[in-house]
Each structure stands twice: as C-alpha cells, then as structure tokens.
Nanobody, 122 residues
Framework: QAQVVESGGGLVQPGGSLRLSCEASTRPYSSHAMGWFRQAPGKEREFVAAIKWGTGQMYYADSVKGRFALSRDRAEYTVYLQMSSLKPEDTAVYYC???????????????WGQGTQVTVSS
C-alpha cells in the first residue's frame, strides 16, 4: 500500500522559515495530487497547498499565498513545502496526503502521513 512520510517540523520564531518534506513510497498517478493540510487544536483540518502530479499545477490557501511555496522532486516522489514569514496562527500539525484530485480533508480518502508539528512562537 502506498504511503507518505512527512518530516521537517519544529519550533520557529515568528517571521522565521521551515521546510517540510513529504515522500511517497510509490510514484503518484498522474490524476493524483500530493498536498498539505493542517489542523490546529480545536479546529478542523484545513487545506494548505497541493500540486497535481501530472501537470505540476499548484494550489494554495489564501492564508498562505505569498508565504508558502511548493516544489517537488519527481524522481524521488517527494514534495516540499517551504514556509516563510511564519505567524503564530500557522501553528498546527501538518499532514501530507496523496489522493485523487481534488483533495479532500477526509482522513479516509487517499493516503495520509502521521503528521508533523509546526510551532511558531517567540
């Protein structure tokens, strides 16, 4: 069964940067996408960013546009999320997923990683 594994979370000060990585165990289908959701305590899981594997088209939540950037290594089935100008409200557990497009937050859909904690605090 296909899996995804995240890495790269941690503690950072406001205004700082972090890069998250998500590696898929097998090549995603062209009709699939890989992306990131996040969930803060007491809140629902929300979409952050995604890339369609076949076309490379990228999508971002309004709250992260201009601050977060996706990239990928197609040969390694890996997607990177470069997070800059981080704010305390970016604090959450970040989950990587691979599933058919469009992505949904339902954890029963597609494949999800275990999550990685990002904490933005001074």
């Amino acid at each position: 069964q296909a899996q995804v594994v995240e890495s790269g979370g941690g503690l950072v000060q406001p205004g700082g940067s972090l890069r998250l990585s998500c590696e898929a165990s097998t090549r995603p289908y062209s009709s699939h996408a890989m992306g990131w959701f996040r969930q803060a305590p007491g809140k629902e899981r929300e979409f952050v960013a995604a890339i369609k594997w076949g076309t490379g088209q990228m999508y971002y939540a309004d709250s992260v546009k201009g601050r977060f950037a996706l990239s990928r290594d197609r040969a390694e089935y890996t997607v990177y999320l470069q997070m800059s100008s981080l704010k305390p409200e970016d604090t959450a557990v970040y989950y990587c997923t691979r599933q058919p497009w469009p992505l949904e937050s339902d954890p029963r859909r597609g494949t999800w990683g275990q999550g990685t904690q990002v904490t933005v605090s001074s």
